[in-house]
């Protein structure tokens, strides 16, 4: 299945795999020549949320941004979210404030879960930090599936990060 983003300036995302592995293999390069030499953050954020929806079809895409010690809603893709989620909970507050990536099989069944929507399952959050290696953000995605999220999300995911880490204007 091809799957074209169109971008302004003629650019876009062509997505021609099966594998979750080769998904993100494929996709990562074209992110990153989509981001290169734009500085902002929220028009990269804005971009990249779009590019991971339109590859994996996830039921939520999204970032969450530190502000005054609570996370923020930041640029997302799918149905409408949480606007602020205090350190420590939910699953964006627990990976900020452990200061890692966190990934739950079942929502369910995760002591503290925050239910943006009801048709969440699984999900996956990777901490975003700034050059000064502080978390200004979290990367959150959702799936309508149970154990959606794997290593494999997670790698590619870190990967990801930190390519917005070494884009960053500041």
């Known amino acids: 299945m091809a799957i074209t983003i ?10 021609n795999t099966i594998s979750k592995k080769e998904s993100y ?5 074209q992110i990153h020549s989509l981001i290169a030499g ?5 028009a990269n ?7 991971i929806q339109m590859t994996f079809d996830h039921l939520w895409t999204g970032f969450y941004l530190v502000e005054k010690n609570q996370l923020v809603l930041g640029p997302f893709q799918g149905p409408i979210a949480c606007t602020r989620i205090p350190m420590g909970k939910g699953v964006c507050g627990t990976a900020w404030n452990n200061q890692q990536t966190v990934i739950v099989k079942n929502v369910n069944e ?13 999900e996956i959050v990777v901490p975003l930090f700034d050059l000064k290696n502080q ?4 990367l959150d995605i959702d799936s309508i ?26």
Do not use: R, W
């Open 145 to 170: 599936h149970e154990g959606m999220f794997d290593k494999i999300d997670q790698q590619y995911l870190e990967e990801l990060c930190g390519m917005i880490t070494k884009n960053l204007d500041c």
């Open 45 to 51: 954020l804005a971009n990249i949320c779009s590019a």
């Open 110 to 122: 995760f002591e503290g879960h925050i239910a943006c929507s009801s048709d969440s399952v699984s």
């Open 6 to 15: 169109f971008a302004p300036m003629s650019e876009s995302l062509q997505i």
């Open 38 to 42: 734009e500085g902002n953050l929220i």
């Open 25 to 29: 293999e494929t996709l990562l390069p």
């Open 135 to 138: 978390i200004i953000g979290v």
